[in-house]
Structure formats: C-alpha cells, structure tokens
C-alpha cells in the first residue's frame, strides 16, 4: 500500500460519520483512498475491478489466474462458465461460483441471462429492476454498479426479513435498529417506488395494485403476503386486483393465520374469496372462517389480544422511524403510512415471539421512539390530513376490521351466506356500547383516504345520528373521549354543517370546564378536536382550540403537559392548508405559549420540540426561532 | 452637563461615554466648532480601567454580568470570559450541567436579546458572529484540553452549542437573499470542528461522536443538503493535505 493512501484512509477516519460517508460516496475520495481498506467495503470494488480486467480477456471454461495490480505471484484463479465465475485460490483445490459476477462478462447473452435470474429470486421486486435490466443490456455493469447492485439485493425484503428474524431470534438484547430496516430501499421492495408527483388514491390505483399483480406473477406466497400487508379497505381494491387470476391459483395461496400479521388480513380473504363463493364451496368455507375470525379478534378481551396487539406499535414505531430518516422523511405522508402497516404485517408474519412477555414487549415499543418522528406526524397533518392511520387506540384496527367486514358482506350477494342479516344484527347488538365499532362500519378503509361521502344521502343522516350521539354524551358526562373521536373519524368522510360547527367550538371552550381536575384528559380531548380541525379545514375551531389550550397552559409544569399543549397547536395549525399561513399562525400561537407556559421544565421542552420541528424544515424556511428563544430563557 | 450642552462643546473633554448604539455607533463626535472627541461607551471605560490597573479581570466580568442582568444590549461576550464562566459548573448525577447563576443569566439574556427581535441591522451581524466565534473557541479548548474530563467537555460543549450559538435564521433573518444563503451559512458554521481538536484517542473519538450527533445530527434529516456541501468543500482539501505530507518524508520510510 503506497503512502498516500494509507495518509487518506487515516484522514478519513478523522471527521465525524455523517460527513466521511459522504465522503465515501464520491469516486475521487475512493480513488485516493486506493480502493483499499475492509473499513470502507474498498476491497470489494478493488476486486471487481481486477476481475473485470481479467474476465475481458479469459476463454470460456478454462482456468487463468487473476491478473494482480502490483507484481505479486497470482492468489486467485478464475474460470468463466454459463452458471457464473468460478473461483480458486492459489495452491487449494476448493472452488467457489459467483453467479453474480456474470454481469461484468462482456457476452450480452450470459449477462441477461444472469441478470434474469437475480431478478427472479428477488422477492418480492428488485429495486429499480427495469433500470436495472436496460443497464445490463447496454453493456457489461462497471465494478461501481455491481457494487451498487450487490448492495440493493441486500435490501430486498426476502432477504432483510430473514435476516432481521435470525438476528432479533439470537440476540438477548435488542434494540429499534433490530425491527426497524433503515433506508428506502427495502420499504421500497415492499410498498413500491416513492412517487412523491402522485396523491394517494392515484398511487394505490397506479403503482400499489399493478405491483401486487407484478408480484403475484413471479412468486405466489409473497404476491398474496403484500396483498395482505398492503390491504387497507376499499382504497385498495384486492378483489380487482385478482381478478384474473384463476380460482386454483388463488385458493393455495389464501391463508388465514390466527394471530399473524394485522387485523386486516382476514378481511383481505374475505373480500377475495366472497366473489368467488358462489361458484366455490372452498372459497365459501374460506370466506365465513375469515368472518369467524374477525368477529373473534373484535370480540376479544383487550388482556388477550396476544400479540396481534403488537400490529399498531410496530406500525406506528416504522412511521416515526421513517420520518426521521434522511432518505424517507421527505417521501409522501400517506407512503409512509403504508409502508410503516406493510412492514408491521410482515415482521409479525416473520417473528415467532415464542417465551416473550407481550404486555412488556408492546409498552417497549410503544415508547422505543420518541422525539423527531412524533413531531412529524404532528407535521404531517398539514402536509396530508386525510391520510391519517386510525391507530389512536390499541383495539382501532380489529375494531376498523369489523367495520369493513360488515360492510363488505352488506355490500355483496353472497354476504348472506358468509355472515346472515340475523348475527350482523346481534354483532352490532354486541357492540352496541363501543360508539367506535358502530361507526366505524362505514369507514372506507384504515388509512382514511377516500374522498368525502358529503354529497351522498348517508352524509346527512350520519350527520343526524351523530349530532344526537353526542349531545346524549356531553349531557350525561360519559363517554366524552369516543364522542371526539367518532367525530374525528366522521370528519375525515364529510363536511360538517355551519351548526355542528359551532356547536363544536362551544363544545371545545367547556372541555377544561367538564375536566376541572385533569388537564391531560383535557388536552387529549383538545387534540381530538384539533384533528377535527386540520382535517375540515376549520380555522374558526382552530382559534377556539388554541385559545382553549393557551388559557390552561400557565398550570402545565411538567414536560408532557408541555408536549400535549404543543401537539394541540400543531395540529390545530393545520386547519390552514396554505404553507405560509399554517406557518405564521403557529409561530404566532407558539410565542403566545412560550410566554404563558409555566416556566421550567415545561419550556425547556417546548424548546425541544421547537428544535425537532427545525430538524424537519428546511434552513431557509425555518420560522419558529422566537418562541424557542423566549421558551429557553424560561427553562429554569 | 445637557445633552444639547455636549453636542455644541464636545471637543472640550478628553472623550464622550455614551451607552446608545445608535448614538455611539460612530468613532468620533464632532460639536458645533467642528472639534472631534473620541466617543466611547461604559464597556470602553471598564476595559481602560482593567488597561491601567485599576479593575481586575474579574471585576469586569462581574461588571458585565451587572450589565447583561439589567438587559442592556449587545454586552460582548469572549471566549476566556465564557470557558470561565462554564468551569464554575458542575455537572449532576446524569451529567448535565448544573447552572450557576451566572450562566442561567446569560442564557436568559441572550434568548431575551434574540426573542425581541432587536438585532435586526447588518451591524448586529458582527455581535452575532462574535457569540459564534466566542462558543467556537470555547468548544474547542474544552475538547483540547486534557484537564477537563469528557463528559464535562461534553456537557458544556452541548451547553454553549444550545444557548450561545445564534440559530442560523436568526442571524441571517434580516439578510438579503436569504433562502439562498442560509445552507451556505450553516455548512460553514456546521465545519467549525470537523477535525479533533486533541491529540488523544480517546478525546478524539468522543469529539467525532459529539459533533456527529450534536452539530450535524440537528441538520438531519431536512437539511441534508448541508451536510452533502460540506463534504463537498472538505474533499478537496483532505486529497491537498494528504499529498502534501505525503510529499514530506521519504517516500520508501512508510511504503
């Protein structure tokens, strides 16, 4: 090794990680350093490169010896075979084939046919496989791009999960980085390309639904896997999507696990296998056991929801993860919100969880992660409010669930087979007291996304229904907490009228009233209301909830009142759907805080999260500097 | 002596202390017979006494302490005044740092300064810069330094990198061209201790982690923009160093 590249691979281990990765990235630093140093994954490269050289000129099927940079005797012999390079080392008998390495052959025929391969085994989609493959063909990969691919199959969901399972099954200790992969390549592989010109709607309709087909065709089990892991409702509609596909094909790959993946799953068999019942007893008998399930995981005890209890923890840690990751953050709310599901459907799929103490493991995960990931989902309201996942509550998605699967028999002829008028009845009768389940069966799906149902007859009676549903709550004092959130729900489907407007602001000016004792009953309450507000675009209700929250602020001392009364704010901002507008009401409303926030530990965490909020903006656009200063010179 | 009274006799006297930036922005004061006299202000006045012997250094620290706590203006802050001021904190049983009095009313102050939004000309800029340069070159000798001990470094680097370094749009909020030129501020700033200040091992690598996590990890993940032109910036440089020592001893000594 000469001087100068042992002098650059010492300097490079100098500056901080984030700064000598990038410097990595640029082919002058991998020049200088040599190419060189297993630190910096250099020798990989450097043997491409060699070989690359070598294979230009080997015969086919006969061995020659690697042609090394320096003048040293040859270490490897190479032979060129249809199968991949096979490999030996010097003085040992022993050989080894890298199919891969195919793609630096200059025989067109032999690279296609390689990379044909690779793609195929690449569960459930190679990233960028079409730009992949139009490479390939212009000529032979540079050790640069073999390097890259090499580094994509790595992240392709198949693989990862293996080796996130073995990893997280041998480890005592684990940690987020276990469960959680970083990088958008492997969310990628799962959900598909980030699409950020597309809305959601267009993006399930476009790329999800064609991509399931796409994976459906190569491999079968891991098709129905993402149709499973993307299944939200309606929005992706699973029944289209294998329409196709022949009854034989379909039905060996239909499983219903008891406890696997998320609540969904069954409602995803049902509302594949209903069509098909009347025609099929086996996907009859396959469409009632998945109504059985859903109504048993619905029906379930909250002590013995097991580990199907873990599916919104582990979604909502990805989301959080993802949104504080550099390559992810800036990637449409509503990808990943389905990304986050889709990778919870899957792990759950993968981990066994055998001997591990659920309640413990789900509280873990619920708070493995805080900080900027939580503020931008708070942020995220502005940006994309009806996307919001319904995981507000433990039970949301069995809930969710029942919903859709009483709805999708309701819809269809043959629902009466599956699940008679008669026990849809008594389900409801069942559910009669949980104000969520009851409304929830209209929902269009969990991530909330269809368009507004305001121009539909149902708008006006659900309106009604809800109307009395909520004053019959306020006055008897019970059940406040459902009342806000049925009405959050509903606010995602239809435009309140001006009355029920305002009947709310009154509502939200007596929430500290009716809770004199409690103020985190209060603020949750508030935030309810201040999603109500983002999602209709209701700026009057906005001000009554800030003014509401500001006049209680002066008695939260500790930092998660604090926190609560800054997630009112920055929610309730996002009734304003103009950037700039969102951006100075909430400075203005932030200063108003900081100023009557009780001084201590509470303003040393407003500062916190004003400083998270500058980690997910944009240098030049930052706006929340004052209150952050009059917060910090308040925190003690 | 009246105000109007000194404008139209100022060359009488030796010098004219007046505590108004706006006043005392210039150099000199001229008066009605066009006789100039040296103009100065309170801080001017101290650092002559501490010249001559009259105050110690440490009374003009108290003295600007006095200064800052009745919220007057722009009061200087250096870096020997600064380290002094973090050595007399302690740091708790979680290794944070424990305030004294004195940092707390630095810490208000300054936040106060930033929070009315007074430093709005092009003059406040130099005030600004000068925070940053003091905190700088406090951060730098805390890590070189072998007599203070990592988690203190530590904890009062993070100390002066949250309550001393003026937030980048702060500084720059009444700027021309501003959008533009924030990136390119905050990657300069942001390179301020790429390198280890300290010859140990140890120190170096603690060093790295706290920048890693601290200085850049804040600018992540919107501003990765930033952190890619600093990269850029420093590429060249490192290719230059190296061929230069390499150039240095015997090419075959290390080969």
Redo the contacts between chains.
Sequence with gaps: MNLKTMLYREMLKLPPKHVSERLLRSEATLSAAGLLGNRFGARTLLLYSTLARTLATAPDETEVAILPEDEKPAAWHITRTPQGVRLRAEGSEETSVFHELNLLDLDPERRTSCFEQIAAQALPMLPSEAQWRARVLSGPLSPFQLHELIGHLRQVADERLRALAVGVNRKEQVGVKDFIPTGKLYYETLAGPIRPELNGSEYFEQVLCPRIRQVFAKDRAWGWRCAEAAFIGPSVDLHEVFREVPDEDLLPVLKLGEELGSSLAPVAVLTVALPRSQKSPAFLELARRAALQTVARAKKAPSDLGRASLFPAFSLLTLRCLSAEEETWSAPPYWRRLAGMMHAHVLMGMLSFEGVDIRAFGQWVSSAHTGVGEVADYLDAQQEPMHVPDLEHMRSPDFIALGLMLAVCEKSEQGESVLPESERAALKAHFNGLALVRLSSALPDALQGSPRLADQPSATQMEASLGDELVNYMIDGRGERAAWHSLFVFARHMAYTPSLTEKMREWTRGIPGRHPQDLSASLELLAFAARIASVQGDTGLAEAIADTAISISSDCRTAPLASAVWGVLALSAAAHQDRQAWSNWLEEKMTILAYTLARGEACAELARLIDLMHRLTSISERAWSRPRYVAMSAQS | MSLVELFSSAGEVEAVAIDDRTLNGAPTMTDKAGRATQLVCSIDLLNLLVQRGVITRADFDEDLHELRRSCLYTVPLDAPALRSMLDKASLDRESNLQ?TAYL?TL??YL??L??V?TLSTQDDLVFLDSLWNAGAVTIRGLWSSPDTPIPEAKARSDWVA??VFP????AI?HVVD???R??EL?AARASFA???ASGSTER?EAQ??W??DT??????????A???R??QV??PS??G???S??NE?E?DA??
Excluded: C, T, W, Y
Excluded at chain 2, 167 to 170: F, N
Excluded at chain 2, 215 to 224: F, R
């Design positions: 305030e707390r810490r208000e936040a106060r930033i929070a939004d949250e309550h937030a980048i749009e702060v909020r501003r959008a533009n924030a990136p905050a790429l390198f280890p170096q790295r982690e920048v890693n200085v850049l990890g804040s600018l992540l993940p919107a501003n990765n930033v952190l890619d600093i990269a420093i590429e490192l290719i160093n190296v061929e020592l390499a001893p090419d290390l080969s």
